[in-house]
Structures are given as structure tokens and as C-alpha cells.
């Protein structure tokens, strides 16, 4: 891990990060567009999972509007998050929370992804995939739904406490 971090923080690109006025600040502007764009998007999709919100909120059209601006998000939060990671990733792969950060990104990914190769197993050839994904079992749903807003809360949790906290 030492030799790819050492790696990591010879690119120009990291070196950039490290002594730009704005490359740190636009990466880090970046990153919060990018979370705040998938975590507001994705809370309200799991509360409505959960069974929260069910009254008078279908589900297939929230996930029409909703999965698309969350994977926006993610999207955006990603790249941003490695520039930000260049800037000292050596400092950032030895601290615990980074790495739990990482592990409940991972896991929020994993299962979406997850969630939707099964509903795309079950789908009929007429019916579109937010149908498709509200037509799940409800156990099903509601596991996604939990599994989410962990992972993903517990990741922006980690990440706000890394910024501050440095460790």
C-alpha cells in the first residue's frame, strides 16, 4: 500500500491538489454538490423504501426521479473525492475513518447494484426499470431501503468527521 500511495503522490495531478489556490477548494465544492445532490436524493427514496412515506407517494415514479439524480450525484462525488483523496493519500489511506468511509461507499454501491440486477433478473420486456424496482417484494425493498441509508449516511457521517477531526 506504502509504494501506490508514494505512487499516488507523484502524479502531477496530486501535486496540483497540494499546492493550487483553487484546485483543493473547486475538487471540495465538487464533492459536497456531488453529495449533497446524492444523499438528498437518495434519503427520501429510503424513507419511502422503509415505509416511512407511504401514504400517497407512489413508488415507481419517485424512483424515476430519484435513482437518476442520485447516481448524478455519485457521478459527481466520486471523481471529485479521488482529487481531494491525491492531495494527501498517504495521510488519508493510514486514517481509520477514511477507510470506513470507503468500506460504507462500497457497500452503499454494492447495494444498489445489487438491487438492481435483481429487479433487471424479474423484468418483463414491456415493463420499464423503475416498475420493475417498485415491484420487488416489500422485505426486499425495505432491506435496500435500510442498507442504503446506512451506508449512506454512516458514509457522509465519516467523511464529515474525517474533515475535521483529521483522524
Do not use: N
Not at 6 to 25: D, I, K, N, Q
Not at 80 to 109: C, E, H, N, R, W
Amino acid at each position: 500500500m506504502e509504494t501506490l500511495t508514494t505512487f499516488l503522490e507523484t502524479l502531477p495531478v496530486a501535486e496540483w491538489m497540494r499546492v493550487s489556490r483553487w484546485g483543493y477548494a473547486l475538487a471540495s465544492t465538487a464533492h459536497v454538490a456531488g453529495l449533497a445532490l446524492l444523499v438528498g436524493s437518495i434519503l427520501p427514496l429510503d424513507l419511502r423504501l422503509l415505509g416511512i412515506w407511504r401514504q400517497g407517494v407512489p413508488l415507481a415514479p419517485l424512483i424515476r426521479v430519484l435513482v437518476p439524480c442520485a447516481a448524478s450525484g455519485l457521478a459527481l462525488a466520486l471523481p471529485s473525492g479521488i482529487l481531494l483523496f491525491l492531495a494527501g493519500p498517504a495521510d488519508y489511506a493510514a486514517t481509520p475513518l477514511f477507510l470506513a468511509k470507503m468500506a460504507l461507499v462500497a457497500l452503499g454501491i454494492a447495494s444498489a447494484l445489487l438491487t438492481h440486477a435483481l429487479a433487471a433478473r424479474g423484468r418483463q420486456p414491456d415493463a420499464d426499470m423503475a416498475t420493475t424496482l417498485a415491484g420487488l417484494s416489500p422485505g426486499r425493498l425495505r432491506l435496500a431501503g435500510a442498507v442504503s441509508l446506512v451506508a449512506w449516511s454512516s458514509a457522509l457521517l465519516c467523511g464529515r468527521l474525517l474533515a475535521f477531526t483529521g483522524e
